[in-house]
């Protein structure tokens, strides 16, 4: 499908690729605007632009999915600096994960826990874990050494283990409580 799309400058074959791949560049984008549907569907919007500007570009050295998502990422970071620009003040706040469907209790103290984390850290587990990339694909969609991404997820998992050791689910309602 992408070679049609690249050889042919084949339209029909590109919004193929676009069904195939917009549910997940959608979802990485999501979690990395924390939630802002609306934004994170201009960004995936914007990503599929730039896709199609620069499909020629692409060279098989990846998966096309790992392609777009660090496609998407630098969309991210664009739009980010853009607001920050605005803003005047850097937020690390603005890119913190969502959590993967899980007790609401849990997933309050995972987002809390994952706001303490260095930005870096937050975003290789959001990309390697959240998303499922290899280390290398995370590399790849970063723009980083590998090593440096296999250190941040150690580091950044390392932290979260300690962070929610004393994590203990809400006591059921009607339920007692034993101390």
Not at 59 to 76: M, N, P, Q, V
Not at 147 to 169: C, E, I, N, Y
């Amino acid at each position: 499908m992408v070679a049609r799309a690249q050889m042919e400058n084949d339209g029909r074959a590109f919004e193929e690729l676009v069904r195939r791949h917009q549910g997940m560049v959608r979802a990485q984008l999501r979690r990395l605007m924390n939630g802002d549907e609306a934004g994170a569907d201009d960004l995936a919007q914007e990503t599929f632009v730039l896709a199609w500007r620069k499909l020629r570009q692409f060279r098989g050295d990846a998966r096309f999915s790992t392609w777009l998502y660090r496609i998407a990422y630098s969309c991210f970071l664009q739009a980010r600096r853009k607001s920050v620009d605005a803003a005047g003040a850097h937020d690390d706040d603005a890119t913190q994960p969502t959590p993967a469907p899980l007790p609401t209790d849990l997933q309050i103290d995972i987002a809390n826990a994952l706001r303490r984390l260095p930005i870096a850290e937050q975003t290789v587990l959001l990309h390697s874990v959240q998303l499922g990339l290899s280390h290398e694909e995370t590399a790849y969609v970063l723009s980083m050494p590998l090593g440096t991404v296999k250190s941040h997820a150690a580091r950044g998992k390392a932290r979260l283990r300690a962070l929610l050791s004393d994590w203990q689910p809400l006591p059921k309602e009607g339920a007692r409580h034993v101390r």
